[in-house]
């Protein structure tokens, strides 16, 4: 049994063919199998470091919340006082304004015996 020339050759190419696809498919599989063990912890170690960072970055976050309301209501007490000491600086405005004024009533007798002497006029008690 004879094959007829050139048949032979064919099958072993084929064979060759499917030797070379099944080396190929070998190769990615060991490649992909490569990569996956490098690339899925490389992703967990990332995923680890980012959950620590959000961990921090929301303590921080509570953090400055806190610090906000202490200081909103820090505020809140300052403008109380402010409000009390610009009431205060009122009162003693208008206070002054009147010891003013009545130094200003004593004065002007003073100064017209005073004005009256220097005048050569005459000065009644």
């Known amino acids: 049994m004879n094959e007829p020339a050139g048949t032979g050759g064919t099958m072993s ?4 063919e499917g030797l070379e ?4 498919v070998d190769r990615w599989l060991e490649e992909s199998q490569y990569l996956i063990g490098r ?4 992703y967990l170690d990332d995923r680890d470091r980012m959950r620590s960072r959000l961990e921090m970055v929301e303590q921080d976050n509570e953090r400055l919340r ?6 909103r209501r820090e505020a809140s007490e300052l403008r109380g ?3 009390i000491h610009r009431s205060e600086r009122a009162s003693v405005a208008d206070s002054f304004g009147a010891i003013v ?3 200003a009533a004593l004065q002007r007798p003073i100064s017209d015996i ?3 002497i220097h005048s050569g006029g005459e000065v009644k008690v």
């Open 13 to 16: 190419m084929e064979g060759i």
């Open 21 to 24: 696809d099944r080396q190929r």
């Open 39 to 42: 690339l899925v912890p490389a």
């Open 66 to 71: 806190i610090e906000a309301a202490e200081a």
């Open 81 to 83: 006082e402010l409000e």
């Open 101 to 103: 004024e009545h130094l």
């Open 114 to 116: 005073s004005r009256r």
